[in-house]
């Protein structure tokens, strides 16, 4: 055959960041070295919803999920020896990303960078933290204004930075179908572009600019000829949109641009070495048709469902991508399923239907108005409640979980401690006494700052008004402000948001007809709640500190429900003194907690002793969540009366045991209900 150019192989990412912004750096300086070709960086919660190390609410989650950045000194470090000019950095960062944007920018000032040069992406993209991640922080209004301010000094001042990523990626997670994973994603740009045309900091010939560095975060699930499809339908009602509704006729600017992380959702506790063909099979979605094929691919680590992957779990992961990039012969084609009339057709159903749910948005207002009425979230919530259903009768089959069950002894987890990384919880205390250190010295020599207060109360002024808010940003950064500091002005201007938790509003998805499972947990209920002598049970479902994965909390809440009890479920970001204090208030006879982030050795314990001292020990708490086994044995000698992790998916039987543990606590006999 003729030889032809193979192309370039996409960017190739990890997503990573821990402990600190030193061990952070170092981890980054590795990766490059094995051939890495572009930076994504994990922050922590603490710095994702907007504060410092040493607050209430940070407390458990600092340097967990994430590297932890308090201001431009943990910035200096986590780029240290890194030329930000010849880097792509990708940033995982939402309603905080106009500070960590300028906190970039200044290091990379400080490096002598031209920032004309920078390259990058900042997600930013606050709509799916309202509907599936949870680090929103202000109210929609003022988080969309801080998404056009930010597009709009970008085109200006850093054009080669993609100032947002729309971010599919965990509205998949939270159970969105293929069709609302588009529909969601393109209403949230219509949102945005319709924002930034309105606003008037761009001139209409130049929207073509804004609308070119317009990038799209998507998610690959193990359907890949269904997920190749969906990037095929994306693309196309994108070029349709860009042309349409805002006249851009640059076919280079009405270009689908995506990055992917390949579905965790999918990833199982159990059998976890399955986890790698599922990898490779969601990354070959959004890498086999050329014409669909992503510009950036970061895939998880096989065991992301166990705990945080290691460095060494993180390059085989890398080593998959440069398998396919490097020795596969993919990059020598045109696209191979062009005239497939089974992809043709697939793709055609899936831009019908996607633009009709398109259409049914706007006509609410727009996405933003199909957040606050709760239209979107309770869509996601009944999607992810009919897929848990499948799993549980069995209709949708995971290999090693509800089918193929069998296994031999697992050599990769036989020392399940060693199995993940672990982060030392000493590095709370060392995060917190740098960040008082910085606090005390930031306007002493070498760094001389100005005073901080100035420049907040510049950034309270413009929030006020109608300025762009990036320069007054940009002067925080300077003056040493903290991310505490910056998000605790805006907060004072624009207030705070809480989502809501589309749990009241979503359909039943398990029916509870006779002899079934549900029918029999049903009655366990009703007759509990007889024996005490209360007309109803009450389970309280609490998500302490910063973690907003809310999916598995929602589920357990919307099944509780289906079951008979009254449930409490308050949403996301509560503190320990808060849900215990509405544990008392509610009278309930059970708590479940809900945490995924790892700060589970300090949260539930905490739980735990308030309820002690309130008199409240029989109330049983129950905890859920990604919890490493060890630990899992210390929250139940700590008193815990339950822990699931994500290896258990029938979520009926959980509601079940939740009533056996209301039981065992009030000293009631145990039931003797049929199997």
Request: proline share 5%; hydrophobic share 40%.
């Amino acid at each position: 055959m003729t030889e032809r150019q193979k192309d370039r192989p996409w960017l190739m990412r990890t997503y990573a960041g821990h402990s600190t912004a030193e061990a952070s750096n170092e981890l980054y300086r590795r990766n490059l070295a094995k051939g890495q070709t572009g930076l994504s960086v994990a922050f922590d919660l603490p710095t994702q919803t907007g504060y410092d190390s040493d607050h209430v609410l940070a407390r458990g989650e600092v340097g967990r999920v994430g590297v932890p950045v308090a201001h431009l000194g943990d910035m200096r470090r986590l780029f240290q020896d890194i030329p930000l000019e010849q880097m792509n950095t990708s940033m995982t960062i939402n309603a905080t990303a106009m500070w960590l944007l300028a906190l970039y920018q200044v290091v990379a000032e400080e490096q002598g960078a031209d920032v004309t040069k920078l390259q990058g992406t900042t997600q930013n993209d606050i709509v799916k933290e309202y509907l599936s991640r949870g680090t929103h922080v202000f109210p929609p209004g003022p988080s969309l204004r801080l998404t056009t301010d930010m597009i709009a000094y970008t085109v200006s001042h850093i054009p080669k930075w993609n100032p947002i990523n729309i971010c599919s990626y965990h509205l998949q997670e939270a159970g969105a179908t293929p069709v609302q994973e588009i529909a969601y994603a393109m209403s949230t740009a219509v949102a945005v572009l319709d924002a930034v045309r309105d606003s008037g900091q761009v001139p209409q010939e130049r929207m073509g600019d804004v609308v070119g560095r317009i990038s799209f975060f998507v998610n690959a699930g193990v359907r890949f000829i269904e997920e190749m499809c969906k990037m095929r339908a994306f693309g196309r009602i994108w070029d349709t949109v860009t042309r349409e509704r805002y006249g851009i006729e640059n076919p280079k600017h009405r270009r689908f641009r995506y990055g992917v992380q390949v579905n965790s959702l999918g990833l199982t506790e159990a059998q976890p070495e399955n986890n790698v063909q599922r990898i490779v099979l969601e990354m070959l979605a959004v890498t086999l048709s050329k014409d669909a094929r992503a510009r950036a691919v970061q895939l998880p680590a096989w065991n992301e469902a166990l705990g945080l992957p290691r460095p060494w779990d993180q390059q085989w992961s890398l080593r998959i991508q440069q398998v396919l990039a490097y020795e596969s012969d993919l990059l020598e084609y045109e696209d191979i399923f062009e005239g497939s009339k089974v992809i043709e057709a697939k793709v055609e159903e899936l831009v019908a239907e996607a633009t009709a749910e398109i259409e049914r948005i706007q006509e609410m207002g727009g996405a933003m108005a199909a957040v606050e009425s709760g239209y979107l979230k309770s869509q996601l919530v009944s999607s992810h409640a009919a897929r848990r259903a499948r799993i549980e009768s069995g209709e949708e089959k995971i290999i090693g979980v509800n089918a193929f069950e069998g296994t031999e002894p697992n050599p990769l987890t036989a020392d399940l401690d060693t199995a993940i990384q672990t982060v030392d919880p000493a590095v709370e205390a060392r995060v917190i006494a740098s960040l008082q250190h910085w606090r005390d010295t930031r306007y002493q020599p070498p760094f001389n700052h100005p005073r901080p207060c100035k420049a907040l109360e510049k950034l309270k002024e413009a929030a006020r008004g109608t300025d762009n808010l990036m320069e007054a940003t940009l002067e925080c950064a300077r003056a040493g402000v903290t991310t505490g500091e910056w998000a605790g002005a805006l907060r004072e201007v624009f207030g705070e948001f809480r989502a809501p938790t589309g749990v009241s509003s979503a359909p039943v998805a398990v029916t509870a007809e006779e002899g079934s499972a549900l029918s029999e947990v049903r009655r366990k209920v009703e007759l509990t709640a007889k024996d005490l002598g209360v007309g109803k049970l009450r389970f309280l479902v609490g998500k302490p500190g910063l973690d907003g994965h809310s999916n598995g909390a929602e589920q357990i809440a919307v099944r509780a429900r289906d079951a008979g009890f009254e449930v409490v479920y308050q949403g996301i970001r509560l503190s320990p003194e808060q849900i215990v204090d509405a544990a008392l208030a509610e009278d309930v006879h059970a708590v479940g907690l809900s945490i995924l982030s790892g700060s589970h050795a300090q949260l539930v314990p905490d739980v735990l002793e308030r309820l002690r001292v309130a008199g409240a020990t029989d109330i049983p708490v129950i905890a859920g969540g990604i919890i490493p086994s060890g630990d899992a044995e210390q929250l139940r000698a700590a008193g815990v009366a339950a822990v699931f992790t994500p290896k258990d998916f029938d979520i009926t039987g959980i509601i079940g045991r939740i009533v056996d543990e209301i039981r065992n606590a009030n000293k009631l006999d145990p039931l003797e209900v049929p199997a």
